[in-house]
């Protein structure tokens, strides 16, 4: 998965693409679990969607502007918008089953 800064995520939304990001921090035990899933999971779906992650510590910006309260959380935009949010930890099978209900 590919770490982004505010701008570049913002990018990648305005252009229309299904995009599967994961705000996260160092200091979050939750977020450091669901690192390698996440990282597995964007290879086994990368034909369908790009998969990054942003540092909200980093990058403030995006966290603020799409209401991410808690982390880890994951949201999903398509066609420029928010299509899903997921809030928390989940495991690979429970992640794999909202991504292939979302994506």
Partial sequence: M???NDEQLFA???EGKKVVCDFWADWCGPCRMLAPVMETLSKDFEKIAEFVKINID???EAAM???VMSIPTVIIFE????KNKNVGFMP???MRE???ANL
Avoid at 79 to 82: F, L, P, Q
């Fill in 2 to 4: 590919k770490e982004v």
């Fill in 12 to 14: 990648l939304i305005a």
């Fill in 58 to 60: 980093k990058c403030p």
């Fill in 65 to 67: 502007k799409y209401n």
């Fill in 79 to 82: 066609k420029g918008e928010v």
């Fill in 92 to 94: 690979e099978e429970v």
């Fill in 98 to 100: 909202y991504l292939h």
